[in-house]
C-alpha cells in the first residue's frame, strides 16, 4: 500500500501512512498538494502557484502565502523522513515526485482508460467494476475554492473529463452485462448512466431495451415516459426516434402477443 494516498474522485480523502490528512490541512494546502500530484508531469514556477491560488494578492503577499503554504505541506507529509520526498522544490519551481511512493485514483482511472484504447485491448468487467468504484462523485467535490477563478477552472475541466470517463465505463459494463444476459447487473449500471447523466438519451435507450429484454416492459414504457417528461421539462424537446422507435416497438410486440378473444 503506498504511504501517501489520494482519493479525489468525490471529497478528497488524503492519507499518509493509512492516517488522514484532513486535520493537517487547510483547504488550500491540501488543494496545492492535489493539483501539484495531478499535474506532476512537469514543474510548476512559483509565480503561477501563487496567482492561481491568490489571485487577489499582490505578488510579495501571494509568493509568500506560497512559501507558508509549502512549508506546511512538506512538513505535514514529513518530508525530512523520505528518501524520496514528494516535493520536488527549488528556489523557481516545484513539482510533485513521481518516483515518490503514493497512490493517486485518477492517475489509476486515467492510466487504465488509455490502455483500454489500444487495438484489441479489453478491459474485463472485474477491471471494470474497479475503475468505476473509484468514481464517489465530483473530481475534488465540495471545493469552495471557486473564488480562485483560475484553479475553480481547472477544477471544472478535470471534472468533465473524469465524468466522461465514468461514462463510458458504464457503458462498456453495462453492454458487456447484456451480452452475457445478465440483465440485472446491466440495467444497474444502466441507472448509474442516467443519475450521472439525466438528459443524455443514450443511457435511456439502453435502459428501455434491457428492460424490454428482461421481460419488464411496463418499466420500459414508464422510462420512456420519465424520458419525455424530462427532456419536454428541462429541453422543451421530445425523444429522438431512436427512442420513440423502441417504445413503439414494444407497444406493436405487446399487442400482437395479446391473446385472440
Not at 89 to 101: H, K
Not at 142 to 158: A, D, G
Not at 167 to 189: C, F, M, P, V
Not at 194 to 215: C, K, M, Q, V
Request: net charge negative; with cysteine; glycine share 4%.
Amino acid at each position: 500500500m503506498a504511504k501517501l494516498s489520494l482519493a479525489l474522485l468525490g471529497t478528497p480523502r488524503l492519507t499518509l501512512d493509512g492516517i488522514s490528512l484532513d486535520d493537517v490541512f487547510y483547504e488550500k494546502v491540501e488543494a496545492l498538494l492535489c493539483y501539484l500530484a495531478v499535474e506532476s508531469n512537469r514543474p510548476h514556477r512559483r509565480e503561477v502557484l501563487a496567482e492561481l491560488f491568490w489571485p487577489d494578492l499582490p505578488d510579495d503577499h501571494a509568493r509568500s502565502n506560497l512559501r507558508y503554504a509549502l512549508f506546511k505541506l512538506r512538513a505535514g507529509l514529513q518530508e525530512k523522513d523520505n528518501s524520496a520526498p514528494y516535493l520536488l522544490v527549488n528556489r523557481t519551481s516545484i513539482r510533485f515526485n513521481p518516483d515518490s511512493d503514493y497512490y493517486l485514483d485518477v492517475q489509476e482511472l486515467s492510466e487504465a482508460f488509455g490502455q483500454s484504447l489500444r487495438p484489441s485491448t479489453e478491459l474485463s468487467i472485474e477491471s471494470l467494476e474497479h475503475l468505476s468504484a473509484l468514481h464517489r462523485g465530483d473530481f475534488m467535490e465540495q471545493s469552495t475554492l471557486t473564488q480562485n477563478e483560475l484553479f475553480h477552472e481547472w477544477v471544472c475541466n478535470k471534472r468533465e473529463t473524469y465524468h466522461r470517463y465514468e461514462l463510458i465505463l458504464l457503458s462498456r459494463l453495462i453492454g458487456q452485462y447484456a451480452d452475457k444476459a445478465e440483465y440485472d447487473l446491466a440495467l444497474h449500471h444502466a441507472h448509474r448512466f442516467i443519475t450521472l447523466d439525466p438528459l443524455d438519451e443514450s443511457g435511456y435507450h439502453r435502459l428501455i431495451e434491457l428492460l424490454a429484454n428482461s421481460g419488464k416492459n411496463t418499466k420500459a414504457i414508464e422510462a420512456y415516459n420519465n424520458l419525455s417528461h424530462l427532456l419536454n421539462m428541462e429541453l422543451g424537446i421530445k425523444p429522438n426516434e431512436e427512442s420513440t422507435e423502441l417504445i413503439r416497438n414494444l407497444l406493436l410486440r405487446q399487442t400482437t402477443d395479446l391473446p385472440a378473444t
